[in-house]
Structures are given as C-alpha cells and as structure tokens.
C-alpha cells in the first residue's frame, strides 16, 4: 500500500470557485502535514503546514487534517488564475525528519 | 528575498560517467536536503545533512552517491557512476530548523543520462 496518495487530476475550475484538493496517507506516525505549490519547471514552495489533526487557516487557503481518517484536504477560496499549478501534500512522522510527498494535483483555474 | 540556487540547471551525461550537482542554500540555514523527481512521479527524498554529517538517508541514496558540504556556502550531490534509472529532476532544500517542514527547494538540476 502507498504511503501517500493524491488523485493526479487534472482539475479544471472557473476562477472564484471553491477548489478542495486531497489526500489520503496508510502511516499513522505521521504528526506534521504539509501542502506545497509548484510550478512548471520550479522547485515546491511551502504553502501550509500543520501539526496534528484540526484546521489552520491563511488568507484564502484553509488545510484540514483528520488523522482518525488518515485524510488531509487544502481548500482554496476565491481562486485564481494564479494558482494554476500542481499542489503536493507532504507528512513527516518527526520535525525535520524526510518528507513523504504524494504525486501532486494538477490545477487550472480558467478566467 | 533570499533563496536556494542550484547549478548546472540541465546535465546531460553519458551511463557510467561521474556528475557532481552543485547547491548553495540560503546563508543561515543549517539543513541541507536532496530530493528527486523522476518525471510523472512523486517527489523522493534522497539525504538530509546537518552538522556536516549525514543525518538521514533514503534506500535510494546507496554507495553511488555522496553529498558534501566544501566550504561555507556550497552543497553538492555526487552521483559516481551513473544509471539511465539515475534521470530525474535533483532538488535541494535548505532550513533553518525553526519550522516544520519549511523546506525552500531551489528550482532542480534535470538530469539526464543517456
């Protein structure tokens, strides 16, 4: 079984809409959850991130995590032509500790 | 604002030849990190460095590879002789330690092996 996954995409939306990107993981040591943007030919720029289960909110992205599920969500409001780009999840079991990433979602948002 | 530079940005080698990509994180970080990306998949973690010593290692960072830090500011990835398999994007990463998973990746080294 993967330790993390992500559903690929590609997601589509009209800009202003409500974009929820997911992921699901198998490793119940995993404390501290990550979401990423990365553009074309760029390295990931950290976004999110989160200690245990519950929500953090910044500006218009909210990061969700249930650890009683093994499930973590990104949520973006009002979104933007500028958040087209591939969101990758990432966990660690211990701070500073390797990243598991998942395969990363594609998103287009559409003027 | 400051940021994590990778040289060359292409490498192109022949199977069995040495590559050395070269990193130079952000100036107060102390945690260096290589990753990989082969095209279609996920991120990989290859190596953490911190204190001028391997803190942690990937089944994929085997005796092929080696990481260094030369002098003050330079963090470079070896890979001795290498694979078609070994074609991927290479990421390094700097922290400062003071957050979690506040990795700044630099923009990648494509690698290509032929």
């Known amino acids: 079984q993967k330790e993390v996954e992500q559903d690929p995409g590609p997601l589509s939306v009209p800009e202003g809409a409500i974009v929820s990107l997911n992921c699901t993981y198998s490793n119940s040591a995993f404390q501290y959850f990550m979401w990423y943007r990365q553009y074309s030919r760029k390295g990931p720029e950290l976004l999110m991130y989160t200690y245990s289960s519950g929500n953090k909110e910044d500006g218009r992205f909210t990061a969700q995590v249930d650890k009683s599920s093994k499930y973590i969500s990104l949520f973006i409001r009002d979104s933007q032509p500028s958040d087209s780009a591939t969101y990758l999840c990432a966990m660690s079991a211990y701070s500073g500790y390797a990243l598991n990433f998942g395969k990363g979602t594609s998103l287009l948002v559409t003027p | 604002e400051p940021e994590v530079t990778q040289t060359p940005s292409h490498q192109v080698t022949q199977m069995g030849q040495e590559v050395i990509l070269r990193c130079v994180p952000i100036?107060?970080?102390?945690?260096f990190y290589w990753y990989r990306q082969i095209l279609g998949q996920k991120v990989e973690f290859l190596v953490s460095f911190y204190n001028n010593e391997i803190s942690e290692k990937s089944e994929i960072f085997d005796d092929q590879f080696s990481v260094e830090r030369p002098d003050g500011s330079n963090f470079t990835l070896k890979i001795r002789s290498t694979k078609l398999e070994d074609s991927a994007m290479y990421f390094c990463?700097?922290?400062?330690?003071?957050?979690?998973?506040?990795?700044?990746f630099g923009s990648g080294t494509q690698l290509s092996v032929l």
């Open positions: 100036s107060n970080h102390l945690y």
């Open positions: 990463a700097s922290s400062s330690g003071q957050g979690v998973g506040e990795l700044f």
